[in-house]
């Protein structure tokens, strides 16, 4: 067989960051491994547009399943194939599809990549189990006689993962690369007529997922969200519903704990009382979503992973966009409601309260890249107010948005707060910080250093005298927001 031709795609140039998954792969694919790449993520992560840009100007052959009978893919794959391999290659099933990529790469160095893998495999878990344990026969008798660099790319991110899993026939035999959404530094190329804050909204509602920026990336929020998201033609009209449906069963069910966590976490105890679940069923739809890093469970910095302060969010901030203003609506904007109407009664002034979480964990991510060295893990913190307080009536729960613990899982050198409002930050912010919530903090157990840092983040600025107990205390440091998220993507 002649050398294979290298694969060009046609929108190289328009392709934006991903530089550290890029890297990675290059890495890969100059190293002398032979294992499989396992790559996977969420729909919509930018996972197809990364492996294209990867394969551009590679000997490279790309694969995509759908979700068609097995003959019928196969048939399609081998038509692929063809010009490749210079004959039609009988493909009986899916070990055989393997064989023949190995076999064609016996004397020239070809990248495949066999995309939405998951659809290829059967629908029982006996089948699965019988099919990748045949992939993995022809993994042992190939790859060490070939030169193919493979991909499988996957969105159903549980069954990508289980990939790896010591009970799976493919365990150790596969290179795990997990697609993120992207952080806000590399989302900014995609926001480039925009103001830093302005764009660091746009972020929190897209969630930093390639396709949802590209669609929201330019114009007003006000005008942008209405056309491509509360419009009912928009593109994104029905975009939650379409992923969960296409990696969901019972997926009513899944709405009714979506919305619930839209408007902000909640403990267990309270998504069973809404949904009418019980706790052990609300749990396994829990866990499935947890898989898709749809939901996530959070606990207070310093306590263990299963404490019962836990409480679960809806993590992925397009899906908590869309569950809070689109889904409760859908019926009345198919009646007739206008989408400018809706964002200006519902979206608008609720949307501080939907961008806060992106930005307190933003705040959280700052705080560690700046203090690593005296806060080696950053969280959030909530608990009871000082015993005192409830017994009087006056307090009852307290949270710190950004708490940084030193040597020890009980030493807090940094503390914090975010705020995204259009009010400055006031000086009761700072009061209540180190009257209130610190001695909460100590109450709970934590030691609270000498020398503790407070970080203060304000969308709005700072009052008059907040400043001036800043400039009173080198302790407290203001931080510029807008300069902050005025950077260039890394």
């Known amino acids: 067989m002649s050398e294979p031709a290298s694969y060009t795609w046609p929108l190289h140039e328009s392709f934006l960051n991903r530089n550290a998954e890029l890297e990675r792969l290059e890495d890969w694919w100059q190293s002398r491994e032979r294992m499989p790449l396992n790559l996977y993520g969420r729909r919509r992560v930018g996972k197809s547009w990364l492996f294209r840009r990867f394969a551009h100007g590679k000997p490279a052959v790309l694969l995509v399943a759908h979700r068609v009978s097995a003959g019928a893919q196969l048939t399609t794959f081998a038509e692929r194939l063809e010009p490749l391999l210079g004959f039609r290659p009988d493909l009986p099933d899916v070990p055989a599809l393997f064989r023949v990529l190995f076999r064609a790469s016996r004397q020239h160095k070809i990248l495949a990549v066999i995309d939405e893998f998951p659809w290829l495999l059967p629908g029982t878990e006996s089948g699965t189990e019988a099919l990748l344990s045949a992939i993995q026969a022809v993994l042992e008798e190939e790859r060490d006689t070939s030169r193919l660099k493979l991909i499988l790319c996957g969105s159903q991110v549980g069954q990508m993962e289980s990939l790896m899993s010591e009970r799976n026939p493919l365990h150790g035999r596969l290179?795990?690369?997990?697609?993120?959404?992207?952080?806000?530094?590399?989302?900014?190329?995609?926001?480039?007529?925009?103001?830093?804050?302005?764009?660091?909204?746009?972020?929190?509602?897209?969630?930093?997922?390639?396709?949802?920026?590209?669609?929201?990336?330019?114009?007003?929020?006000?005008?942008?969200?209405?056309?491509?998201?509360?419009d009912r033609d928009g593109p994104l009209w029905d975009e939650a519903r379409t992923v969960l449906d296409q990696e969901l069963r019972e997926s009513r069910v899944y709405f009714a704990i979506a919305q619930q966590l839209a408007g902000g976490d909640k403990e267990l105890n309270a998504i069973t009382q809404?949904?009418?679940?019980?706790?052990?069923?609300?749990?396994?739809?829990?866990?499935?979503?947890?898989?898709?890093?749809?939901?996530?469970?959070?606990?207070?910095?310093?306590?263990?992973?299963?404490?019962?302060?836990?409480?679960?969010?809806?993590?992925?901030?397009?899906?908590?966009?869309?569950?809070?203003?689109?889904?409760?609506?859908?019926?009345?904007?198919?009646?007739?409601?206008?989408?400018?109407?809706?964002?200006?009664?519902?979206?608008?002034?609720?949307?501080?309260?939907?961008?806060?979480?992106?930005?307190?964990?933003?705040?959280?991510?700052?705080?560690?890249?700046?203090?690593?060295?005296?806060?080696?893990?950053?969280?959030?913190?909530?608990?009871?107010?000082?015993?005192?307080?409830?017994?009087?009536?006056?307090?009852?729960?307290?949270?710190?948005?950004?708490?940084?613990?030193?040597?020890?899982?009980?030493?807090?050198?940094?503390?914090?707060?975010?705020?995204?409002?259009?009010?400055?930050?006031?000086?009761d912010v700072l009061h209540d910080l180190q009257q209130y919530k610190l001695p909460a903090l100590r109450q709970s157990g934590m030691r609270i250093s000498p020398d503790i840092k407070i970080v203060l983040f304000s969308k709005s600025g700072y009052s008059r005298s907040l400043r001036a107990a800043a400039d009173a205390d080198p302790a407290v440091t203001l931080l510029d927001i807008a300069d902050l998220l005025n950077i260039d993507a890394v």
């Not at 972020?203 to 997922?209: D, H, P, S």
């Not at 809070?324 to 964002?343: A, I, M, T």
């Open 175 to 230: 290179v795990p690369v997990q697609v993120r959404p992207l952080p806000y530094p590399q989302a900014r190329p995609f926001l480039t007529t925009l103001s830093p804050l302005e764009a660091f909204e746009r972020y929190a509602i897209t969630g930093g997922m390639p396709r949802y920026l590209a669609e929201l990336g330019s114009g007003t929020t006000r005008s942008i969200v209405s056309r491509r998201v509360l």
């Open 274 to 427: 809404a949904t009418r679940l019980s706790g052990p069923v609300a749990s396994k739809y829990l866990h499935t979503l947890e898989q898709l890093k749809i939901v996530r469970r959070r606990a207070p910095v310093g306590a263990s992973a299963d404490s019962r302060s836990g409480r679960w969010r809806l993590e992925d901030p397009f899906f908590r966009f869309w569950f809070r203003f689109v889904f409760p609506y859908q019926d009345e904007l198919e009646s007739g409601l206008r989408p400018l109407d809706l964002f200006d009664g519902a979206v608008a002034p609720a949307l501080p309260d939907h961008v806060a979480p992106v930005f307190e964990s933003w705040c959280r991510d700052w705080t560690r890249s700046q203090h690593g060295r005296v806060a080696h893990r950053v969280g959030a913190w909530w608990g009871p107010a000082l015993h005192g307080l409830r017994k009087a009536g006056e307090r009852f729960t307290e949270e710190i948005d950004i708490v940084g613990l030193g040597p020890g899982r009980e030493h807090v050198t940094v503390a914090g707060e975010a705020k995204w409002t259009t009010k400055q930050m006031g000086l």
